[in-house]
């Protein structure tokens, strides 16, 4: 079955650690985005790629980094800057990004506890 | 600056009454308004895309309308299984916007 990937469901750091999030699509989808989901709130952009090799800063980039080696994956880091990581964090991908507008298909999802 | 607002925040229906949840959307040429559920701890589901006003889009007990302004999801003799949070999101210079969403609770 094609579909997404987030691992792990659970993580838990302490503070002052950089943890890596982990997204996988064996969708053949060219885009793929990193959002970051908080009680009360709307979905925000962190992070997306339309292609390999490329990627760019959504509305709240500070304190995170990606990369975008494969098509398949798309890595988010938590570092150590970020002042409040403690959310529920979520990838998607889509058939293509930019001009048009294609559905975005969502994975499980990472809880991130920070203390 | 792209915005959506959904309401109610919250609706408690009971099982077999009918009801709808609005979003209402401000976006410089919209491309695209899609609906999301989403069920506690997990990821958003996609369920319909709408491009253009007076589109309409049908989905078990689901429809979805689109104005120049809003969207409705219409639910239709709802089940307890239809509890879920639905999200709203529309598209416009080549981001999706959400809205906060509307927790859904069916009684039986």
């Known amino acids: 079955d094609g579909g997404i990937t987030q691992s792990p469901k659970y993580l838990f750091r302490k503070e002052g650690q950089n943890v890596t999030l982990s997204c996988e699509q064996n969708l053949n989808h060219d885009a793929m985005y990193w959002y970051r989901q908080d009680p009360g709130q709307g979905l925000r952009l962190i992070y997306y790629?339309?292609?390999?090799?490329?990627?760019q800063k959504g509305d709240i980039a500070e304190g995170y980094s990606v990369s975008r080696e494969k098509k398949e994956s798309f890595p988010l880091t938590v570092t150590s800057a970020q002042k409040n990581p403690t959310a529920f964090y979520l990838c998607a991908s889509s058939i293509q990004g930019g001009m048009g507008s294609y559905e975005q298909y969502f994975g499980p999802g990472t809880r991130l506890t920070v203390t | 600056e792209d915005q959506v607002t959904q309401s109610p925040e919250a609706l408690r229906l009971q099982e077999g009454e009918s009801s709808s949840l609005n979003c209402s959307y401000t976006?410089?040429?919209?491309?695209?308004l899609f609906w999301y559920r989403q069920d506690p701890g997990k990821g958003p589901e996609f369920l319909f895309t709408l491009y253009s006003a007076g589109e309409e889009k049908e989905k078990e007990r689901l429809k979805a309308t689109l104005t120049k302004k809003e969207s409705f999801l219409h639910i239709t003799a709802p089940k307890p299984e239809d509890s879920a949070t639905y999200l709203c999101?529309?598209?416009?210079?080549?981001?999706?916007?959400f809205g906060q969403g509307t927790r859904l609770t069916i009684n039986p």
């Open positions: 999101a529309v598209e416009g210079a080549q981001k999706l916007v």
């Open positions: 976006v410089s040429g919209l491309r695209g």
């Open positions: 790629s339309q292609i390999v090799n490329d990627f």
